[in-house]
């Protein structure tokens, strides 16, 4: 055969793979999500999310001092609250020396160069398990957005460089962006769940935090999955209101909404690599069916092709452990 064009050329070698590689994952490209809990010298594994662990903000610290290290410059805190300060007005997320507030306090003060997001919803609190206020059957909107509103001041007070409210209520972002303003935190940005759907994938999150929904669903605040252009109105919505991150969430069964995500807007993309995708590859790891560190870097590659800049992760550590040899 005499071809003009030989595909294969750009394969040769590891040296021209390496030359035309599209797409490149470096540490800093991944958020890492942190679950704490109260206490001192407590790491619990979850039995859902194995070698991913609950820790007190003592071993916090040196875990994100060791991520610092690694060339991560992002951690997503969430707390697991205790069953007695959990209510229906989500209060104790707003106490001033709650587990969260302390939490980015000591990052801030041991690392105060690693960017501190913070989740901002109402389950981790709620007796009900829902990211808002429940009257009767309903997780009512504007009563919660103004809680959100509070607590994400409340973790602006306390250092967070980013506020990451995962709460899907309609209008938080505008009410976020301007409480932040009226209490002077010109500088705290916001990371919107924008485009976060009703997953089966979240459930061994809510293991971790013991948070999963007392009665029904989530499903009249999270998206449906059938839906793609409905997410493109909820990123374009977040952006107006003042989004400076747009999340899509889950990441691997959604990379077409990350795309069309990516195509539609000038603020950077993240994508949650959520806790049931983590799950999945440790799962078939274990059982010797994949092989896990390839599978990592394939998914997390694949993520950020699809259009994400930014990728929360809770493979962050090995990731950017295997990155560096
Ligand atoms: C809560 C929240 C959830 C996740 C992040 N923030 C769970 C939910 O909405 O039920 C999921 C993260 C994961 O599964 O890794 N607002």
Redesign the pocket.
Known sequence: MHLTRRNRILRVSPAIREMVAETVLKPSDFIA?MFIVEGQQVKEEISSMPGYYRMSIDLAIEEVQQLWSLGIRSVLL?IKCTDDRKDNTGAEALNPNGLMQRSIRAIKAACPAMVVMT?V????FSTFGH?GIVQGAEIVNDATVEVLAQMSVSHAQAGADFVAP??MMDGRIAAIRNALEMAGFHNTGIMA?SA?YA?C??????D??D???GFGD?KTY?MDFANRTEAIKEVMMDIEEGADIVMV??AMAYLDIIREVKNNVQVPVSA???????AMIKAAAKMGWLNEEKAIMESLTSIKRAGATLI?T?FAKEAATMLQR
């Open positions: 999500p969430f989740d919803a109402l389950d981790p990211d995962s709460d769940y976060k997953s994938f979240y459930g061994p999150f809510r971790a935090l948070s999963a929904p989530k999270q969430k889950p949650y690599h959520v806790s049931g995708e983590y929360a809770y």
